[in-house]
Antibody, heavy 120, light 106 residues
Framework: EVQLVESGGGLVQPGGSLRLSCGTSTFTFSNYWMNWVRQAPGKGLEWVANIKQDGSEKYYVDSVKGRFTISRDNAKNSLYLQMNSLRAEDTAVYYC?????????????WGQGTLVTVSS | SYELTQPLSVSVSLGQTARITCGGNNIGSKNVHWYQQKPGQAPVLVIYRDSNRPSGIPERFSGSNSGNTATLTISRAQAGDEADYYCQVWDSSAVVFGGGTKLTVL
């Protein structure tokens, strides 16, 4: 069974930074595109970013461009999201999601999420 | 930017068929995926590339996509199908989700 475990969420002040991590040991991490998807409290899903298997391609939703950076370390089977200049509207549960093998935007496995709260 | 439109809520009687629509400009030319999310849980992929079911998803779940509307169909609805459902596509180098539909099983 595929397992993805997120960590790094918490309370941060507006303008602050946070780094999320997502790890696994249950599949060959380097073979898959990986994604971050978020969900504000009581709201719908919003895709944040994705990254190709070797890290050579990255895509972001417009609202986080220039503030968030997605990265990965295949040797550590880990995905990261560096979040800078955080705003109240970034408050959400952040999910790490794996894309289908050979795909980049269909999410077949999800972590349980980590909550990020941006508030003073 | 591309937009996907879903009804806020759909109700279905136990054992009947529920249909959840996802509207978008020429969505029939795109691959549409559907996710089920129950309260307090992560989403689960139930249909991918319009009409394909991942392993473990009951045959009661099916999908279609044509023109400006994609549809998720849930046959013989069960109480356990009560959840939020989201459609999703890839457009212009970005993932787009619909706003979500709350399915109530009466």
């Amino acid at each position: 069974e595929v397992q993805l475990v997120e960590s790094g969420g918490g309370l941060v002040q507006p303008g602050g930074s946070l780094r999320l991590s997502c790890g696994t040991s249950t599949f060959t991490f380097s073979n898959y595109w990986m994604n971050w998807v978020r969900q504000a409290p009581g709201k719908g899903l919003e895709w944040v970013a994705n990254i190709k298997q070797d890290g050579s391609e990255k895509y972001y939703v417009d609202s986080v461009k220039g503030r968030f950076t997605i990265s990965r370390d295949n040797a550590k089977n880990s995905l990261y999201l560096q979040m800078n200049s955080l705003r109240a509207e970034d408050t959400a549960v952040y999910y790490c999601a794996r894309a289908l093998f050979g795909d980049y935007s269909t999410f077949d496995s999800w972590g349980q999420g980590t909550l990020v709260t941006v508030s003073s | 930017s591309y937009e996907l439109t879903q009804p806020l809520s759909v109700s279905v009687s136990l054992g009947q068929t529920a249909r959840i629509t996802c509207g978008g400009n020429n969505i029939g030319s795109k691959n549409v995926h559907w996710y089920q999310q129950k309260p307090g849980q992560a989403p689960v992929l139930v249909i991918y590339r319009d009409s394909n079911r991942p392993s473990g998803i009951p045959e009661r779940f099916s999908g279609s996509n044509s023109g400006n509307t994609a549809t998720l169909t849930i046959s013989r609805a069960q109480a356990g199908d009560e959840a939020d459902y989201y459609c999703q596509v890839w457009d212009s180098s970005a993932v787009v989700f619909g706003g979500g539909t709350k399915l109530t099983v009466l």
